[in-house]
């Protein structure tokens, strides 16, 4: 049994809320609290029916820690689970360090100003000394270490998929299959088709920063930068076929390299077409990625925020999407003197998807994991003041949940390994 404060009523967040009422017996009751009342509303009529979760909903502002505590201190949950935006990260943690309230999130800390002069000089001198130039990193939250510690309260980062689950398939491999870890690539691939000619499968403007930084990768105990899309691989995947994929800075890399003793090398790659690149670089090279304000009649806009109203809502494309994901990591290492490699993953159809929570697999891929991490801080499973990332606990009983409530895995021994 336990109370939890949902923040963001977006597509991860319906997903997770639809699996946090399909599992009262740990959430007896949740709160949906976002910037637009009346979609918390509709969740919670939809749901209420349905489920023996007692749902209530509240507007907030998340960029407003004041308010954030206000509501945290009246509705007294057990946990916040963060399901806005990265930009919200900090005021959020801050409002469950007032309140000594658990926090859970999906991704991490990014600026939402870029041009923000005090920002840019951190962020200088952060792409200076560790060698990667994308505007998320971890630094920002798990400065909070030793205030979570005081406090007494966990802080779980990152329970998506990617970073999240591939995390925990990390910590399993190092617990159950190796002595020691010494390559790591996480292939995410999405085989699904939407119909349409672009959109984004999750939010739009966050998702457009991401894939058009530059890449990097962990070798040898230092980043590797090399410029967008530049290191293209081919791999055939299970349940979906042959797919190009390319190499990305992805946030579970920061938090492996540092997690993951002796690993000598961990990237990231993601598939994508090569219409969905042309669209991307042509949106780049006519600036409606940017995210510094300009002057359109007489008001300011942010280009990117802007492309984001004319794209597609990712939380519509549920019912038109078909096709399956396949995400998961290949380990290459030692066990008892010998070399061995596996891959773990998950193969999730976007429309069966669809047909239980009415969204397609990216946001069903992510929200599951959010329901499933929340569940393990709530439970006390995984418990441990301070600030911590997927792969810093047992990985069983989250195993065990992710083949429970919708997203089972498969290790498969001597893979294709990706060259
Ligand atoms: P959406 O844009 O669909 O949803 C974001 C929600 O947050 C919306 O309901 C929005 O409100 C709300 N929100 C935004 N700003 C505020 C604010 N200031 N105060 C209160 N509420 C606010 O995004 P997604 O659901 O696609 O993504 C949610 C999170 O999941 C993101 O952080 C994303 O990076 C992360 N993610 C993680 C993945 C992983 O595998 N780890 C994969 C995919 C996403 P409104 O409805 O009014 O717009």
């Known amino acids: 049994m336990s109370k939890v404060m949902i923040i963001g009523c977006g597509g991860v967040a319906s997903v997770a809320i639809h699996k946090c009422c399909q599992n009262s017996e740990v959430f007896s009751e949740i709160m949906i609290a976002s910037r637009t009342l009346s979609k918390c509303d509709a969740l919670k009529e939809k749901l209420a029916p349905t489920t023996k979760t007692i749902i209530t909903t509240a507007k907030v502002d998340a960029d407003c820690t004041e308010e954030l505590i206000a509501l945290i201190k009246q509705y007294q949950p057990d946990a916040v689970l963060n399901l806005a935006l990265p930009y919200q990260d900090l005021t959020i943690m801050d409002a469950c360090l007032a309140c000594k309230v658990p926090y859970i999130d999906t991704a991490n800390y990014e600026a939402e100003n870029t041009d923000d002069p005090a920002w840019r000089a951190i962020y200088e001198k952060r792409c200076e000394e560790l060698g990667f130039s994308a505007y998320f990193d971890y630094s920002w939250q798990w400065a909070y270490m030793d205030r979570f510690k005081e406090a007494g309260i966990t802080g779980l980062l990152g329970t998506g998929f990617d970073p999240g689950v591939t995390s925990v398939f990390a910590a399993y491999a190092q617990k159950h299959y190796f002595d020691e870890i010494h390559t790591i690539d996480i292939l995410d691939c999405n085989g699904g088709d939407h119909g349409y000619p672009f959109a984004t499968n999750f939010n739009p403007e966050i998702n457009l920063r991401e894939v058009s930084a530059p890449g990097s990768y962990w070798e040898n105990g230092h980043w590797v930068e090399i410029p967008p899309m530049s290191i293209k691989r081919e791999y055939n995947f299970d349940e979906v076929g042959e797919k190009d994929m390319y190499l990305l800075h992805h946030e579970e890399i920061e938090a492996l390299a540092k997690n993951i003793p002796g690993v000598k090398r961990i990237r990231f790659f993601m598939t994508f077409g090569q219409s969905y690149l042309t669209h991307m670089k042509c949106l780049e090279n006519v600036g409606l990625l ?11 806009i942010v280009p990117i925020q802007f492309l984001k109203e004319l794209l597609p809502d990712p939380s519509t494309l549920g019912p038109r999407t078909v096709g399956k994901t396949n995400i998961g990591c290949i380990f290459t290492g030692i066990k008892d003197g010998k070399e061995r490699s596996i891959y773990i993953y998950n193969v999730c159809d976007h429309q069966e998807c669809y047909r239980e929570v009415e969204s397609q697999a990216i946001s069903y891929t992510t929200g599951v994991p959010a329901m499933i991490g929340t569940m393990m801080v709530v439970n006390g499973l995984w418990n441990k003041p301070g600030i911590y990332t997927t792969d810093e606990f047992d990985p069983d009983p989250y195993m ?12 498969v021994e001597n893979p294709v390994l990706v060259d």
């Open 400 to 411: 065990e949940a992710l083949n429970k409530w919708g997203l089972p895995w498969k290790v």
């Open 290 to 300: 940017s995210t510094t304000p300009i002057t359109f009649n007489g008001q300011q």
